[in-house]
């Protein structure tokens, strides 16, 4: 009886601190999967300005994995900017860069992972978020192998 006892407290702890935990540990995971909703913005060369009339992104080379890069997108207004780094349909664990303010322009050094498989498909999700609340846009590029 007092085993199975300590067994349902354990449980009930364990459970509790899940739940008291999860609102941290959310920025850790992946955000849905809503770039398949989001905008998808036309970029057909990477290190020249390129998007819509809202948002602009250049980066300063083309993508290579594990080459770092820094990746500049210019939105008027915006509160916050985040970005992150997967292959088309296969997620690639913890890649999300906070872009950092000057002005409206929001900047980010970073690096892409390498894919065991040899791929180079990639899609950068944006979450922009500014006064008209919160928007998901996407680039699809090809990264320049080793």
Not at 53 to 71: D, G, H, N, Y
Not at 78 to 96: I, Y
Request: with cysteine.
């Amino acid at each position: 009886m007092q085993k199975r006892y300590i067994l349902w407290l354990g449980i009930f702890i364990v459970i509790a601190l899940g739940l008291l935990a999860w609102p941290s540990l959310r920025i850790y995971l992946p955000h849905s999967n809503s770039a398949a909703n989001g905008q998808l913005l036309p970029c057909p060369n990477l290190t020249q300005q390129c998007g819509d009339a809202v948002t602009q992104i250049r980066f300063s080379s083309i993508p290579q994995p594990l080459r770092p890069f820094q990746l500049q997108i210019l939105h008027a207004g915006a509160k916050s900017v985040t970005v992150e780094m997967n292959m088309a349909d296969m997620p690639m664990g913890l890649n999300r860069y906070h872009l950092l303010a000057q002005g409206d322009l929001w900047f980010a050094d970073m690096a892409l992972p390498a894919c065991v498989q040899g791929r180079s498909d990639w899609v950068m999700t944006i979450w922009i978020e500014d006064a008209s609340g919160k928007s998901v846009k996407s680039v699809h590029f090809q990264a320049q192998s080793k």
